[in-house]
């Protein structure tokens, strides 16, 4: 069951939303941020964002035969972090559609792995929310290119905030469900 790996893995997930909401703090904390240094904390970022995934994604691969989703949503933030590492000078159109396309693929993954787990798991639906909340605002970046990443650090940071907290209360919902199942299993069963 994907919700294993969740459960399993539940720090990761906690993990990506600390790191997603200190990102939109930075953002929020540095509104004079330049576009090379907007461009390469994105970067630091996404890699993180990326490698936590794919450890739940390897961690679980064994108990889910959809741990690719999960590899798949952390490969698009690592290529993310590396390509604008190779190229920090890019221009704010550049950045903005590498960060719409990145949070448009990683929300679709989301919204998928939510409807399989809608069966699995209780709290499902914050999984889907964080993937709603990506596509929807990489449509708004693709949709209004013309602000420049620095005009749009705010709704940067907002989203990034947005996403972590999201991220938080699903791994704390992803870890509840682990320690339910584990009490559960402890209980003795009725003898006839």
Do not use: Q
């Not at 929300?107 to 939510?114: I, K, R, S």
């Amino acid at each position: 069951m994907l919700s294993k790996i969740l459960s399993a893995y539940w720090w990761t997930t906690l993990l990506r939303g600390v790191v997603w909401i200190l990102f939109g703090i930075v953002v929020f904390a540095m509104p004079g941020i330049s576009l090379v240094t907007l461009t390469l904390l994105f970067g630091f970022f996404a890699l993180a964002d990326g490698v936590a995934n794919v450890v739940s994604a390897f961690g679980g691969r064994k108990e889910n035969e959809n741990w690719w989703m999960l590899l798949l949503a952390g490969i698009a933030g690592i290529l993310v972090g590396v390509i604008t590492f190779v190229t920090p000078g890019i221009t704010a159109f550049g950045l903005l559609m590498f960060i719409a396309f990145w949070a448009i693929a990683t929300g679709v993954l989301e919204v998928m792995t939510a409807i399989k787990l809608r069966k699995e798991i209780e709290g499902e639906f914050w999984l889907g929310l964080a993937g709603v909340v990506s596509i929807l605002f990489g449509a708004f970046i693709v949709a209004r290119p013309g602000a420049g990443a620095l005009a749009v650090l705010i709704l940067i940071a907002a989203y990034s905030v947005a996403l972590g907290v999201i991220l938080v209360i699903l791994s704390f919902k992803a870890r509840g469900f682990v320690n339910r199942l584990t009490n559960a299993m402890r209980r003795p069963t009725p003898s006839l």
